[in-house]
Nanobody, 115 residues
Framework: QVQLVESGGGLVQPGGSLRLSCAAS????????MGWYRQGLGKQRELVAT???????NYADSVKGRFTISRDNAKNTVYLQMDSLKPEDTAVYYC?????????WGQGTQVTVSS
């Protein structure tokens, strides 16, 4: 069992930045991968970015060049640095962890991009 706790969401103006954090209850070095997903109002949950235990990274096309995922194994934490935010980035952002065959989710953190 892995507990995930997200933090760092909030309200930001278009063009601004936020950094999300996801703290895991166990060593993330043991996990196959971790990532961030988001779900806008009335929309399906979608992948934002993932990072594997070998540090292989994948981004959704909509965030490439603006978002950066990273991990700190010593702190058991994964980060999502979000720059040049747009109103369409508004969503609840969920942290995800995979330890085959199990998948774990955090409770989500709201990100609102609005002027």
């Amino acid at each position: 069992q892995v507990q995930l706790v997200e933090s760092g969401g909030g309200l930001v103006q278009p063009g601004g930045s936020l950094r999300l954090s996801c703290a895991a209850s166990k060593s993330i070095f043991l996990l196959n991968s971790m990532g961030w997903y988001r779900q806008g109002l009335g929309k399906q949950r979608e992948l934002v970015a993932t990072i594997t235990s070998g540090s292989r990274i994948n981004y959704a096309d909509s965030v490439k060049g603006r978002f950066t995922i990273s991990r700190d194994n010593a702190k058991n934490t994964v980060y999502l640095q979000m720059d040049s935010l747009k109103p369409e980035d508004t969503a609840v952002y969920y942290c995800n962890a995979n330890q085959s065959p199990w998948t774990y989710w955090g409770q989500g953190t709201q990100v609102t991009v609005s002027s």
